[in-house]
Each structure stands twice: as structure tokens, then as C-alpha cells.
């Protein structure tokens, strides 16, 4: 069965960090490009980072860049997100999201449609 799974999420305070990680099982993850995404309340889902199946390419909005960092360990089937000097705005459920490679449907990584698979998500919060 085919599972992503994030964690890593909670409290954190104004300028802090939080890794969030989202393991996979039920496919091979070198095959895979994985997106991040969050979801704010009464807001739409929208593209936070996201990394090829190589690694090679990463990608990250405009929002976060420079704060958040995506990698990868295929050997351990986990995909992270290392998010650092948190605000408020950055609250949200944070979700992993796989895309084979060359499969269908194609479009840019912060589309939630090109994704095949999706994980529960994983709360982040951040307060004092």
C-alpha cells in the first residue's frame, strides 16, 4: 500500500525552526519528485518547495525561499523540510506530495493536479 506520511510538525515560536519529514512506503521513492505544500485556514493550498527525483532540481516560493530548505534520502525513503526563521504566516498543515516521474498529468510543481499521491499532513504552528 502506497503511503506518505509527515511529521515533525508542532509549536514553535517566532524565529524558530522545525524539520518536517515525510516517509514513504509502498513505492520507490527514487522515482519520485515531491512536493511540499501547506494549507492555512480559509485559504487555498499552495506550493511551498519541492525537489526531483534526482534531487537536482529544487524549488521553493517566494515566501519561504531563503528561510526553508527541501532534501532528500532515498536510502531512507524520507523526504525533509527544514523550515527556519518561522512567522506567524507560516502557519498552516503542511503536506507531502509524490509525482512519478513522466507521468500525467505535467504542468509546474506548485500545481497540486500533477501529484499522484498525498499524505494526511502534519500541523505547524508558530506562536509565543
Known amino acids: 500500500q502506497l503511503q506518505l506520511v509527515e511529521s515533525g510538525g508542532g509549536l514553535v515560536q517566532p524565529g524558530g525552526s522545525v524539520r518536517l519529514s515525510c516517509t514513504t512506503s509502498?513505492?520507490?521513492?527514487?522515482?519520485?519528485?515531491i512536493g511540499w505544500f501547506r494549507q492555512a485556514p480559509g485559504k487555498e493550498r499552495e506550493g511551498v518547495s519541492y525537489?526531483?527525483?534526482?534531487?537536482?532540481?529544487?524549488n521553493y516560493a517566494a515566501s519561504v525561499k531563503g528561510r526553508f530548505t527541501i532534501s532528500r534520502d532515498n536510502a531512507k525513503n524520507t523526504v525533509y523540510l527544514q523550515m527556519n526563521n518561522l512567522k506567524p504566516e507560516d502557519i498552516a498543515i503542511y503536506y507531502c506530495?509524490?509525482?512519478?516521474?513522466?507521468?500525467?498529468?505535467?504542468?509546474?510543481?506548485?500545481?497540486?493536479?500533477?501529484?499522484?499521491?498525498w499524505g494526511q499532513g502534519t500541523q505547524v504552528t508558530v506562536s509565543s
Open positions: 509502498g513505492f520507490t521513492l527514487d522515482y519520485y519528485a
Open positions: 525537489i526531483s527525483s534526482s534531487g537536482g532540481t529544487t
Open positions: 506530495a509524490a509525482k512519478r516521474s513522466g507521468s500525467s498529468p505535467t504542468g509546474v510543481w506548485y500545481n497540486r493536479l500533477i501529484y499522484n499521491y
